[in-house]
Every structure is written in C-alpha cells, then in structure tokens.
C-alpha cells in the first residue's frame, strides 16, 4: 500500500463505520440464531459473526482513541491483543465473563477456524454468553461515540 492509499484509508476508516460494520454481524447473528436456535446449528457461522462482530467493536473503539488505520491493520484479527491494547493503554476494562468467551473463542477465531474447516473437538464459551459479551460491548462503543462531542 502506498502513502496515497493509506491516507484514503485513514480518512475513511470511521469509530462509527466499524460500529455499524460491528453492528451489522450482530445482527446477523441474531436473524441466524432465530431461525437456528440450537448451538449446534451453523455452529461456525454464528461463532464467527459473534467474534468479526467484537473485533469491529473494539477496534471503533481504538479508533476512536485515535489509533491509526495502520495501527488498527496491524492488530489483525486478534481478539486479545485488541483488549489488551484498550485495557493497557486506555485503561478501559472488561468484566472476567467477557474475557473468558473472548479468550476461548479467539485461539479458533484468530486461526480462522471458524472460516475453514479443522477437524476436531473445539472447546468454545457457551454462544449465548458469548452474545451477551458482544451486545454489551456494542452498547458501550456506542454511547461513547455517540457522546465524545458532548463534554
């Protein structure tokens, strides 16, 4: 990628563009687990849309803080180094259910494997707790961009 590119991609790589990306898994999430309510059913689908759905709350989130598109691209898809990034740096915290989902479901998602099949026995958080971490997550990156004017 050269500078030009790069400063396009800074311009238009939005807290509240990736908060409504992260918005939009959620939500997909939601309309497949409606029609498939069993944890079993498109196991891999709804892990997936769940974790994309935090990655992209997180890094509006980053964003947010001012963290550079570059900074963002260089944390990849890694759930925990995302929450290590806030936590250390902007002492912003995640209650011990949230960090349990992410840390189980991140050593699958942060290898893909909830994109490509892998054989074998997957230990992941259950998937409506998992839910819950993501909603909550949502829900605060979205008042704290909807207020950042307001101080």
Same mark, same amino acid.
């Given at each position: 990628?050269?500078?030009?590119?790069?400063?396009?991609?800074?311009?238009?790589?939005?807290?509240?563009?990736?908060?409504? +990306?992260?918005?939009?898994?959620?939500?997909?999430?939601?309309?497949?687990?409606?029609?498939?309510?069993?944890?079993?059913?498109?196991?891999?689908?709804? +892990?997936? @849309?769940?974790?994309?759905?935090?990655?992209?709350?997180?890094?509006?989130?980053?964003?947010?803080?001012?963290?550079?598109? @570059?900074?963002?691209?260089? @944390?990849?898809?890694?759930?925990?180094?995302?929450?290590?990034?806030?936590?250390?740096?902007?002492?912003?915290?995640?209650?011990?259910?949230?960090?349990?989902?992410?840390?189980?479901?991140?050593?699958?998602?942060?290898?893909?494997?909830?994109?490509?099949?892998?054989?074998?026995?997957?230990?992941?958080?259950?998937?409506?707790?998992?839910?819950?971490?993501?909603?909550?997550?949502?829900?605060?990156?979205?008042?704290?961009?909807?207020?950042?004017?307001?101080?």
């Amino acid at each position: 990628m050269n500078q030009v590119q790069i400063d396009e991609m800074e311009k238009r790589t939005t807290p509240r563009g990736l908060l409504n +990306y992260a918005k939009e898994y959620y939500q997909g999430y939601e309309t497949i687990n409606k029609e498939h309510p069993k944890d079993t059913d498109c196991f891999p689908v709804k +892990y997936y @849309l769940l974790c994309h759905s935090f990655e992209l709350a997180m890094k509006s989130w980053l964003r947010l803080k001012g963290l550079s598109y @570059l900074e963002l691209k260089g @944390l990849g898809h890694d759930l925990e180094k995302s929450m290590e990034l806030l936590k250390n740096r902007y002492n912003i915290t995640f209650d011990s259910t949230t960090v349990e989902m992410v840390t189980l479901a991140n050593q699958y998602y942060v290898k893909k494997e909830f994109e490509y099949f892998v054989m074998g026995y997957k230990s992941v958080p259950v998937i409506t707790e998992l839910a819950s971490s993501v909603h909550l997550m949502i829900s605060k990156v979205n008042y704290h961009i909807t207020n950042q004017n307001k101080s």
